[in-house]
């Protein structure tokens, strides 16, 4: 330490923060942070010093900008991107429309004759890998499930399968309709944007916002996983209210790419989704070609063993809306589109408490889906790779045998759904179906209601306690109805049979 004593200096970073690759697993560096400006250039002095489109830009790259909000929106929800790119977007061939994918949808409008309504609980069984004598890429493996609303109206939510088992080529995907949370639940998505590159694998999460050119490539082959498209709205970190500053998932663990660009001038295929319906355009160049970019409108991920759980200490449930990593507001104040909720290992410690889910009938739509582990309590067909989906009100909750267990069980700390996670797409608006999901995917099954027969009216076998209880208190007896008739006290007198049922007399 005595070489030290006489220094006050100490040392300065030489950059902002980037995260260190994690070898094989994920090989890129990423800039941390949610919602944040952003700069990135992969070659250094490209960045224009001092405004967005300089008359001439350094190599000869060309300015191009990108919005994900209206030109007028309020600064903090003003969104927008600037790129300086080899060749710019306009440079193309053309669009021509593709034929229709049957089993993509976009307009959940009960009046379309491909979507159905369900009062009851439906769950499908893991969805299937494509057959191996088909090569089926991201795009080509989208399959729609169920939704609401349509992009025309620019508000709404699409929930699409991707069922894959090629790499994309010279081909990239542009969501002119909404954008797009990832969720890979079989294989490791390597996800190149123009922003950027990210490796996403099981457990994280990616969001591709609309407009924005990507391809997928698959390191793992086969792979399986979950998408949520949003309409007319984006993802936003939940506020937190009395929790505070920080907790649930902290903008400091969002992730997004560093500049990376590719030379490639061959032939391209760029497939556009506009209001659902697929266009295909050419161009001889790569779209992944910006050297560098600035601006808050970027693609991310997260890794979701980061987010800290909260929960009740002492007794009772919090509401599910804890378990919120993002949200989309709709066009209703205080009511999201979407929220994107996930249930992992934490402790439950609630005393006195019925620790399952209550038995509860909810206002919002209910999509889960699971990357990995095991959730007791629900359907026997909830595996990883499968889904469950509740409408609004239709009332669910654990079967008997878990109500058993909850009731009778001794309460002490105990950790909860280890080496698990689950999510739940939450939604305020009503869904429909697709006809995929409900006759094409060979997956479809209803929850069993034998799952909930043993919920039995235990609490006619204490109509004798219940009784005395009501003498003592000075209040009628069971069956007695005290009514007003002409100004009268009338009590109608009703007796019980021997199977605890009530007849009048």
Request: aromatic share 12%; glycine share 10%; hydrophobic share 35%.
């Amino acid at each position: 330490m005595s070489k030290f004593k006489n220094l006050d200096y100490g040392a300065t970073a030489a950059s902002s923060f980037n995260t260190t690759p994690r070898g094989s697993d994920d090989p890129y560096q990423y800039q941390v942070g949610f919602g944040n400006r952003f700069a990135s250039e992969a070659i250094p002095g490209v960045l224009p010093d001092d405004r967005n489109m300089p008359q001439k830009n350094k190599y000869d790259l060309y300015t191009e900008g990108m919005t994900g909000s209206s030109f007028v929106a309020p600064r903090a929800d003003n969104l927008n991107a600037w790129l300086y790119r080899i060749r710019p977007s306009v440079a193309h061939q053309g669009f021509s429309k593709l034929p229709e994918n049957p089993d993509l949808e976009s307009n959940f409008l009960p009046l379309n004759l491909k979507v159905h309504v369900s009062p009851t609980q439906l769950a499908w069984h893991p969805f299937d890998f494509p057959s191996e004598d088909q090569a089926v890429d991201f795009v080509d493996g989208m399959k729609t499930v169920a939704g609401n609303g349509d992009p025309t109206l620019h508000e709404g939510i699409a929930v699409h399968m991707y069922l894959a088992n090629t790499s994309m080529g010279r081909k990239a995907f542009c969501n002119a309709d909404g954008d797009m949370l990832i969720l890979p639940e079989r294989g490791k998505l390597n996800i190149q944007t123009e922003f950027g590159r990210m490796m996403v694998r099981p457990g994280e999460l990616a969001v591709i916002q609309r407009g924005m050119k990507f391809k997928v490539q698959l390191p793992d082959g086969p792979s399986r996983g979950y998408i949520q498209e949003i309409f007319g709205s984006h993802y936003t970190l939940p506020e937190l209210g009395p929790l505070g500053g920080h907790g649930l998932a902290n903008p400091r663990d969002f992730e997004s790419p560093l500049a990376s660009f590719d030379l490639d001038q061959n032939h391209w295929d760029i497939i556009y989704k506009v209001c659902g319906e697929l266009h295909s355009c050419s161009q001889e160049h790569t779209p992944f070609d910006v050297v560098a970019w600035h601006g808050n409108y970027v693609p991310y991920k997260y890794d979701m063993s980061k987010f800290t759980f909260v929960g009740s200490i002492s007794k009772d449930h919090i509401d599910p809306s804890i378990f919120c990593v993002l949200t989309a507001k709709s066009k209703a104040a205080g009511v999201p589109l979407a929220d994107f909720l996930i249930f992992s290992g934490r402790w439950d410690v609630g005393d006195g408490t019925f620790r399952p889910p209550y038995y509860h009938r909810n206002s919002s739509t209910e999509f889960m889906g699971m990357i990995y582990g095991e959730y007791g309590g629900r359907s026997d067909g909830f595996k990883p790779g499968g889904a469950s989906f509740e409408t609004g009100f239709c009332p669910h909750g654990v079967s008997y045998e878990e109500f058993k267990k909850a009731t009778e069980g001794e309460l002490r700390p105990t950790r909860v759904h280890e080496n698990t996670l689950v999510f739940m797409f939450e939604s305020s608006m009503m869904w429909t179906i697709t006809d995929w999901a409900m006759k094409r995917s060979g997956k479809l099954h209803e929850h069993e209601p034998k799952m909930w027969d043993n919920l039995k009216g235990q609490f006619m076998n204490y109509l004798e306690e219940v009784e005395e209880d009501l003498r003592k208190a000075g209040l009628p007896g069971l069956g007695r109805n005290q009514r007003v008739d002409d100004g009268q006290d009338v009590l109608e007198q009703v007796s019980m049979n021997g199977n605890g049922h009530l007849n009048g007399h």
